[in-house]
C-alpha cells in the first residue's frame, strides 16, 4: 500500500488549508485511515482518524474544533481540512492507514508526508 499525501503549503495564521491523501489501494473503503504531524525537533504526533466507513472519527485535543477528517471511497481520498491555524500547526504532515478493529488502531502503512507552514 502505497500513501501519498500532497498539496502541502505556506499559509497564514488564521487561515485555511485542505490537505488530501491518495492511498493506492484497490480496497481503500476497508482501510481506517490517520493524519499525524512532525514539527521540528519534536516527535511524531496523531492529528486524527476516521474509519474504513468514515462513521466514526476522532481528534487530537490539539485540533479539535479546527480540523476536519473525512474521506470519499469512491475517489479513493482522505482529506484532513484545517481552519483557525496557528504557528504550532507547522510541521510536516503524513498520512497513515491499518486494517482490521477501529477500536485497535495499529498504522501498518506510512505515506511520505507534506509540509505544512504556517506564518505569524
Known amino acids: 500500500v502505497q500513501l501519498q499525501a500532497s498539496g502541502g503549503g505556506l499559509v497564514q495564521t488564521g487561515g485555511f488549508w485542505l490537505l488530501p491523501c491518495l492511498p493506492c489501494v484497490r480496497t481503500f473503503s476497508s482501510y481506517n485511515m490517520g493524519w499525524f504531524r512532525q514539527a521540528p525537533g519534536k516527535g511524531r504526533e496523531f492529528v486524527a482518524s476516521?474509519?474504513?466507513?468514515?462513521?466514526?472519527?476522532y481528534y487530537a485535543d490539539l485540533v479539535k474544533g479546527r480540523f476536519t477528517i473525512s474521506r470519499d471511497n469512491a475517489k479513493n481520498t482522505v482529506y484532513l481540512q484545517m481552519s483557525s491555524l496557528k504557528p504550532e500547526d507547522t510541521a510536516v504532515y503524513y498520512c497513515?492507514?491499518?486494517?482490521?478493529?477501529?477500536?485497535?488502531?495499529?498504522?501498518?502503512?506510512w505515506g511520505q508526508g507534506t509540509q505544512v507552514t504556517v506564518s505569524s
Open positions: 497513515a492507514a491499518w486494517l482490521g478493529s477501529w477500536y485497535k488502531p495499529q498504522y501498518d502503512y
Open positions: 476516521i474509519s474504513w466507513s468514515g462513521g466514526a472519527t
